[in-house]
C-alpha cells in the first residue's frame, strides 16, 4: 500500500462486555497478587461506598450490557428513594427515574436490576412491595 492510500473503517464498532473480560481473567489466571483488586471489586466498592448502595452481579451486566452509566446524582437520587421506601417499611422497592428504573432490595440497599424505558414498556414487575418516582 503506498502512502497515499489510506486506510478507511466505517462503523466499526461492537459493544464491549465487561463482566466477560473480567471473568476471563478468571478463568486463565491464578488468584490476583496480594494488593491488587479488580475492576469489578473497584467499581463495585465505588458504588457502595456512594451513599451505601450495592448492587448486584444481575444489576452490573444490565449496566454494562445497555451502556449505561450512572453520574453521582443518579446515585444520590437513588439513595434517597430507598431511604423514603425504607421509612415506609418497604421490603422490595421499584425506583422510576426519567431514564431507567431499578427493582431495589431495601434492607439490604442493593439494586436487584435495571431497566431502560423502553425494556420497563414490555416487561412486568414483579415481587416489589412500593414504587417510588424521583
Known sequence: MSADQGVRIINHQRPVDLIEIAQRDKRVSQEPKSGETSFKEMFSSELADS???????????????????LSEDDLNRLADAVD??????????????????????VKNRTVITVFDRDNLREGVVTSIDSAVII
Request: no cysteine; proline share 0%; glycine share 4%.
Open 84 to 105: 423514603r421506601a425504607q421509612a415506609k417499611g418497604s421490603r422490595e422497592t421499584l425506583v422510576l427515574s426519567d431514564t431507567k428504573a431499578y427493582v431495589v432490595s
Open 51 to 69: 451513599r451505601d448502595i450495592a448492587f448486584s452481579r444481575h444489576a452490573h451486566e444490565r449496566l454494562f450490557s445497555r451502556g449505561a452509566t
